[in-house]
């Protein structure tokens, strides 16, 4: 059955992977695509009615065990909605996200955020919480049920810049209208094919996180999620 030929070609092919994964900007150039996909929407006249923040900001393991309010790399997300709920204080700030593990003993981004934005002066019945969601479709879904009771429109939506083609391709399929507003960017915009022997730990990060949205983007398009495989 020519088992030793068949290794020998996925050998090859694994190795051949992992020297694109670690070597080159590959994975970079992936996630500048997504990034620069979809840019910030211009700012409605009078400012936003209201900011919706996807959750996926938090080490909610690392918050159950030490406390406090321990970021992974998207707390951008957080940063930036802070930063807008400050400067727009009439706008409400609807944060979408639950806990997102398998044990579904922790606390989502929702729960935390109600105690992160009151440290940093914004009240609580300012926010409001969804706090059921563990996917991006559900984020959407569940979203869309507390727009409507509470009679939100000109809302801004902040999440990672290479997350938001697949989230606004998501509130489209469910007729929502949102104005994108992308954050917590990996990439600088001027990443091009090469080589790069500098980080290869880096290199593979970015390549993890390419890859895993690619494929969510092609996996929410099949399943009939998205009007488009790349939304723009």
Excluded at 91 to 106: E, K, P, Q, V, W
Excluded at 115 to 137: H, K
Aim: aromatic content about 10%; glycine content about 10%.
């Amino acid at each position: 059955m020519r088992w030793k030929r068949l290794r020998t070609t996925a050998n090859i092919f694994a190795a051949l992977l992992l020297f694109v994964t670690l070597f080159t900007s590959t994975g970079a150039v992936l996630l500048q695509t997504l990034e620069d996909r979809i840019p910030r929407a211009e700012l409605p006249a009078g400012g936003p009615g209201c900011v919706i923040m996807l959750g996926g900001g938090i080490e909610a393991e690392v918050i159950a065990a030490r406390g406090g309010f321990e970021m992974n790399q998207a707390g951008d997300r957080f940063i930036e909605t802070l930063r807008l709920a400050r400067e727009f204080p009439a706008a409400r700030i609807l944060i979408s996200g639950g806990d997102g593990s398998f044990s579904g003993n922790y606390e989502g981004d929702a729960a935390v955020a109600t105690r992160f934005f009151e440290a940093f002066g914004v009240p609580a019945d300012r926010l409001i919480r969804e706090t059921e969601s563990r996917t991006t479709f559900e984020n959407v879904e569940n979203t869309k049920a507390l727009l409507a009771a509470n009679g939100l429109g000109r809302c801004l939506l902040v999440t990672s810049a290479f997350h938001m083609p697949r989230s606004v391709g998501l509130f489209r399929k469910l007729d929502i209208d949102v104005l994108p507003w992308p954050t917590d960017f990996r990439t600088t915009g001027q990443a091009g094919l090469a080589f790069d022997f500098s980080q290869p730990s880096t290199n593979s990060q970015l390549m993890t996180t390419a890859l895993r949205e690619w494929t969510g983007l092609l996996a929410y398009y099949l399943a009939g999620r998205t009007h488009a495989l790349f939304p723009q």
